[in-house]
């Protein structure tokens, strides 16, 4: 297979480095920065080219987006016209401008496409879902999800104030930054018909974005689940809390656990992450996962069209803070 990445940042280096461990034996890079584009070739020696044109020339099996927010819809669009298996980076785009069309464009051309979810391959959230589907709970009626980290220690090696992070034009903010938690959140309990948010930028963070959001959705199913985004706090958290009506699930990122409680039985029941687990690993799961899908036509965890879904949560609550409102999400269009 050949893979051509756009984007020789952190993440566009982690999945070069994946798909080598995976066995893709040509592997270009898209980077328009000369310094970066010669650093990444001579570190990993890939092949390079100035711009997505370029790339696609060399008729790469697929195409992996790892570019700033704002220049997925337009970079994505380059690549679905010609008919590229896609996967792009979370989020999908940092503005509601542009994002049907794209889904439709790459619905028309049948490709196999992907939003990067890789917390969807981490042991302890892939627990709590199959416990989901399982019926574990019953019928669920809230859901309690969170994630947060001081934005400064993310990229250390960079100054956080000349990151995309600072800047809402870039798709900076923690609403759009900590999307997992949103994509996780409709996983979990599945599609929302209306939300509500409080968000501002409340700390001395040198940004000109949200820092600390909570946001308020309201499930098809009747569910209520609150979601808790921040850049601000001094350790990394990330964990949920699920009840239904015959018990509790519990997830701790930091505890690396997931802990469920049947309330038929009064008995808890604890699952481990796998001894000597890495992070990495869900990114590798992940890729490997879009690798089968391009390799047997099949649907993805997450495709494009699918994850607009998940961005009209998180431009609900955007919508919300901003006109101190709720706001209703039917068939993909904000009210």
Same mark, same amino acid.
């Given at each position: 297979?050949?893979?051509?990445?756009?984007?020789? +940042?952190?993440?566009?280096?982690?999945? %070069?480095?994946?798909?080598?461990t /995976? *066995?893709?034996?040509?592997? =270009?890079? $898209?980077?328009?920065?000369?310094?970066?584009?010669?650093?990444?070739?001579a570190?990993?020696?890939?092949?390079?080219?100035?711009?997505?044109?370029?790339?696609?020339?060399?008729?790469?099996?697929?195409?992996?987006?790892?570019?700033?927010?704002?220049?997925?819809?337009?970079?994505?669009?380059?690549?679905?016209?010609?008919?590229?298996?896609?996967?792009?980076?979370?989020?999908?785009?940092?503005?509601?401008?542009?994002?049907?069309?794209?889904?439709?464009?790459?619905?028309?051309?049948?490709?196999?496409?992907?939003?990067?979810?890789?917390?969807?391959?981490?042991? +302890?959230?892939?627990?709590?879902?199959? %416990?989901?589907?399982?019926?574990? /709970? *019953?019928?669920?009626?809230? =859901?309690? $999800?969170?994630?947060?980290?001081?934005?400064?220690?993310?990229?250390?090696?960079?100054?956080?104030?000349?990151?995309y992070?600072?800047?809402?034009?870039?798709?900076?903010?923690?609403?759009?930054?900590?999307?997992h938690?949103?994509?996780?959140?409709?996983?979990?309990?599945?599609?929302?018909?209306?939300?509500?948010?409080?968000?501002?930028?409340?700390?001395s963070?040198?940004?000109?974005?949200?820092?600390?959001?909570?946001?308020?959705?309201?499930?098809?199913?009747?569910?209520?689940?609150?979601?808790?985004?921040?850049?601000?706090?001094?350790?990394?958290?990330? +964990?949920?809390?699920?009840?239904?009506?015959?018990?509790?699930?519990?997830?701790?990122?930091?505890?690396?656990?997931?802990?469920?409680?049947?309330a038929?039985?009064?008995?808890?029941?604890?699952?481990?992450?796998?001894?000597?687990?890495?992070?990495?690993?869900?990114?590798?799961?992940?890729?490997?996962?879009?690798?089968?899908?391009?390799?047997?036509?099949?649907?993805?965890?997450?495709?494009?069209?699918?994850?607009?879904?998940?961005?009209?949560?998180?431009?609900?609550?955007?919508?919300?803070?901003?006109?101190?409102?709720?706001v209703?999400?039917?068939?993909?269009?904000?009210?």
């Open positions: 297979m050949k893979a051509l990445v756009v984007g020789g +940042g952190s993440i566009g280096k982690r999945h %070069l480095a994946n798909l080598k /995976l *066995g893709v034996q040509q592997l =270009a890079l $898209v980077e328009k920065d000369s310094a970066r584009r010669d650093a990444v070739a570190e990993l020696a890939v092949r390079t080219f100035p711009d997505v044109e370029a790339g696609l020339e060399w008729l790469p099996d697929f195409v992996v987006i790892a570019t700033p927010t704002h220049l997925h819809l337009e970079q994505g669009a380059c690549v679905a016209r010609e008919g590229f298996h896609l996967f792009i980076e979370k989020p999908l785009c940092h503005s509601v401008a542009g994002m049907s069309e794209f889904a439709g464009l790459v619905e028309s051309k049948k490709m196999v496409s992907m939003v990067g979810c890789n917390m969807r391959f981490h042991p +302890g959230p892939a627990r709590v879902k199959q %416990l989901l589907s399982e019926r574990r /709970l *019953g019928r669920i009626l809230f =859901a309690r $999800v969170h994630g947060g980290a001081y934005l400064p220690t993310w990229r250390p090696l960079t100054d956080y104030r000349t990151n992070a600072a800047r809402e034009e870039t798709g900076g903010g923690c609403i759009l930054d900590c999307i938690e949103i994509d996780l959140t409709r996983w979990y309990l599945d599609d929302v018909r209306e939300t509500i948010c409080m968000s501002d930028h409340v700390s963070l040198e940004i000109a974005t949200e820092d600390v959001a909570s946001i308020v959705c309201r499930h098809v199913s009747g569910a209520i689940s609150e979601i808790h985004l921040d850049y601000v706090q001094r350790t990394y958290e990330r +964990g949920c809390q699920i009840a239904g009506e015959q018990g509790s699930i519990f997830w701790d990122f930091t505890q690396k656990q997931v802990r469920w409680f049947d038929g039985t009064g008995q808890w029941t604890s699952f481990s992450e796998p001894d000597g687990w890495e992070v990495n690993e869900m990114y590798v799961d992940e890729m490997k996962h879009f690798i089968d899908c391009v390799a047997n036509g099949r649907p993805t965890a997450l495709p494009i069209p699918e994850a607009t879904a998940v961005m009209q949560i998180a431009f609900a609550a955007k919508t919300s803070a901003r006109e101190g409102r709720v209703a999400t039917t068939s993909g269009v904000l009210a």
